[in-house]
């Protein structure tokens, strides 16, 4: 099933065949922000917002063939997301100590978990009949692929959301700690302006190729990627034989949950700055993100690795190129306490607890 994923959706030959979705919808969003940056004086945009409509609307159109908007279905997908994402970080306690699993239904867990659900199986059964009754010949995407292959409509259901999700919490949360991290740190945001300024043609928009090629903005990512990764604790493993680790004897069958965060800080591979953000780190340095080097993990590594990294990797690059060449960004909106503040909302996906509301201006 993940290598039909891949080759419908994820394969390298796939994902360029997106780059006009990627541009249609990044210009939208820009379009948003220059509406709000004309007005006199300037009005703060929800950032945090921006990019899950973004992210949400380049899956919805690749992966499903269309746009799914709440105001037009009457289906808040983005919501569905969030509330999944934070759902699925809490603790279950049930699961660990079964004879106190009483404790998630008095403590509603087990009453959200079937309204998300529910609200996605709604979501879900709608595309699914669209598909149906479309006609075959005048579109094909991952969904129709599937169709054909799987008759299991729950497995169908699972495969679809399994890469929604996986595909647009990360990808949002990964730009809205990208943004906070360029507004935290003015001179690092000088540098990457200058750079993608200096290297794309003057107020066009910023093509695939040309972020490619953009030593800082690659480092910033990296960077990024580094001190904030979007899925922190990686997809639980188990222990398939008995195994001695510094002393400690680990029977086949434990569960392991892997930190790429820790491992993304300590300081003993990364420096005493580990825990600041310093995208000069990565100008020099061979190390990459796809699995081969342990110091450095935010999608994963071995069999489990994310099967993504080329979506991702195209959509995310673009965006942060577009949104800090054409705007320069203010953080000072009030409450700046709430602004400001850096706390984790819980979730397998980390988001900020708080929106990121910032004011453009037009360079
Ligand atoms: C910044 C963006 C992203 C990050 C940081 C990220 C990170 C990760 C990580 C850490 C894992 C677990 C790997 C492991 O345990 O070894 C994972 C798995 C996965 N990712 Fe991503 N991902 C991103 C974007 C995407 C996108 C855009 C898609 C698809 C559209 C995607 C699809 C998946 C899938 C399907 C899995 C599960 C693979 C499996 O368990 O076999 N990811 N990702």
């Not at 290598?3 to 379009?31: A, P």
């Not at 867990?109 to 699914?128: A, N």
């Not at 922190?232 to 680790?245: A, I």
Request: net charge negative.
């Amino acid at each position: 099933m993940q290598s039909i994923c891949i080759q419908n959706l994820l394969s390298n030959k796939m994902v360029r065949s997106y780059e006009k979705i990627r541009e249609d919808e990044i210009k939208l969003m820009i379009e948003k922000v220059e509406n709000a940056s004309s007005c006199s004086p300037p009005s703060p945009v929800n950032l945090s917002q921006l990019f899950m409509t973004l992210t949400n609307d380049i899956i919805c159109r690749a992966a499903l063939g269309r746009k799914y908007s709440s105001k037009e279905d009457g289906i808040d997908v983005e919501n569905i997301v969030r509330a999944f994402s934070a759902l699925v970080g809490e603790f279950p306690i049930g699961e660990y100590i079964p004879s106190l699993s009483w404790i998630d239904k008095i403590r509603g867990q087990d009453h959200k978990m079937e309204e998300v659900d529910k609200r996605f199986d709604e979501f879900l059964e709608r595309v699914v009949k669209e598909h149906e009754d479309a006609n075959k010949d005048t579109r094909s995407d991952l969904v129709d692929t599937l169709l054909t292959i799987q008759s299991d409509k729950s497995a169908l259901k699972l495969i679809i959301w399994d890469m929604f999700l996986a595909g647009t919490a990360t990808s949002l949360s990964f730009l809205e700690w990208a943004m906070t991290e360029l507004m935290r740190n003015p001179k690092v945001m000088k540098k990457l302006q200058e750079e993608i300024r200096s290297s794309s043609r003057q107020g066009l928009f910023v093509t695939e190729k040309e972020a490619e090629k953009m030593d800082y903005l690659q480092a910033v990512i990296k960077e990024a990627l580094r001190l904030r990764p979007p899925a922190p604790l990686m997809v639980p493993r188990v222990f398939s034989e008995d195994v001695t680790l510094k002393g400690y004897n680990i029977p086949a069958g434990t569960q392991v949950i892997i930190n790429a965060w820790a491992i993304q800080r300590d300081t003993t591979t990364w420096g005493i700055d580990a825990e600041e953000f310093r995208p000069e780190r990565h100008l020099d340095s061979i190390l990459d993100f796809q699995g081969q080097d342990f110091k450095f993990i935010p999608f994963g590594s071995g069999k489990r690795i994310c099967p993504g990294i080329g979506f991702t990797s195209a959509l995310i690059g673009v965006t942060l190129a577009n949104i800090v060449k054409r705007f320069n960004w203010r953080m000072d909106v009030e409450p700046q306490r709430v602004q400001h503040d850096l706390t984790e909302a819980t979730g397998l996906v980390v988001f900020r607890k708080f929106p990121l509301i910032a004011i453009p201006s037009s360079a």
